[in-house]
């Protein structure tokens, strides 16, 4: 498995002949300004950390499946994962604390912090870090008279969000109210369609009805701020990239045009829809996009 640093010389190959070929499930770019990203490798328990700096790479692993990282403003790194260990209560199996691993500066091996709610809850595990704090939200559940192994997604009453000071290690929670602070039931099975985005004091995020929700993180209450427009939850949702103050929309159709919407978080409107040549000639037909990154939004903005 070998890595590859792009630059206007060229292309330059780093061989690691000694390490297999990886799956990575997530990876993200190195705080500051050197070259460098980290990446989980994931397909269970334990997972793999790989840390790339120039051409030197470092590989630490942990006994936790970890599946989203986030990068707080003083350069720090962190994973969320849960124990796939099973217990002899199922139900203690099935909902286990979360717990918050630091990867990048100084690597942790363990756990920095645990938090299980009170009340049973699940995780989606996106979360982002604002002044050094992480958020993210639980869905929690009211079980039902036969006991918490019977619920089911109409047992879902509400959600929470849950934060984690990074200097001073104090967890939060808070009930979130507002629009949709249930977010799952009988006919919505996920609770968001996107990760989390960070805009404006407010935690944004794409419900299952194609709302487009934000939760106030100082006051945890949620509020619609628009729809998608044409949602239809039997049809792909496409592709969702937050940049600066807008939600972009990408809907890729490997045989025709790539449609893109352009929604202004600070206005929470449409702004506009454009449509650019698909990708199906530059796809082999045997693969499929994994993920869209924006990376000239001057030239997008101008669609």
Same mark, same amino acid.
């Given at each position: ?16 002949? =000694? ?10 770019? #190195?705080?500051?300004? $050197? ?12 997972? =793999? ?45 099935? %909902? ?7 990867? %990048? ?42 006991? #918490? ?8 009453? $509400? ?7 990074? =200097? ?11 629009? #949709? ?39 945890? =209450? ?31 159709? #490997?045989? $025709? ?47």
């Amino acid at each position: 498995m070998n890595d590859y640093i792009l630059s206007a010389d060229g292309v330059k190959t780093i061989e690691h002949p =000694q390490q297999e070929m990886l799956t990575i499930s997530e990876q993200i770019p #190195l705080p500051g300004e $050197g070259t460098g990203s980290i990446a989980l490798v994931n397909s269970g328990n334990p997972t =793999q950390i790989i840390t790339v700096q120039g051409q030197e790479r470092t590989l630490h692993e942990v006994a936790d499946s970890l599946s989203m990282m986030a990068t707080c403003p003083d350069g720090t790194v962190w994973a969320m994962g849960q124990s796939g260990e099973m217990k002899a209560d199922p139900v203690e199996s099935a %909902y286990p604390p979360d717990r918050l691993y630091k990867l %990048y500066p100084e690597f942790s091996a363990t756990p920095v912090a645990e938090y299980k709610s009170e009340q049973p809850a699940n995780t989606t595990q996106h979360f982002v870090c604002s002044d050094n704090v992480i958020y993210y939200i639980i869905d929690s559940i009211t079980p039902p008279a036969e006991g #918490l192994a019977y619920a089911g997604p109409e047992h879902y009453t $509400g959600s929470k969000l849950v934060s984690y000071d990074t =200097q001073t290690g104090e967890y939060r929670e808070q009930d979130i109210s507002g629009d #949709l602070a249930t977010r799952l039931n009988d006919q919505i099975w996920s609770p968001t369609l996107s990760p989390l985005y960070l805009y404006d004091g407010h935690l944004w995020w794409v419900s299952g009805y194609g709302k487009v929700v934000k939760t106030d993180l100082a006051t945890a =209450q949620n509020t619609v701020a628009f729809d998608l427009g044409d949602f239809d939850p039997s049809k792909d949702i496409g592709y969702l990239v937050q940049e600066d103050k807008y939600l972009f929309r990408f809907i890729l159709d #490997l045989s $025709g045009e790539t449609t893109i919407y352009r929604y202004n978080l600070e206005t929470e409107q449409l702004e506009s829809r454009a449509t650019v040549p698909g990708v199906g000639d530059a796809t082999p037909s045997d693969q499929h996009p994994f993920t869209v990154e924006v990376l000239d939004l001057e030239a997008l903005l101008k669609l």
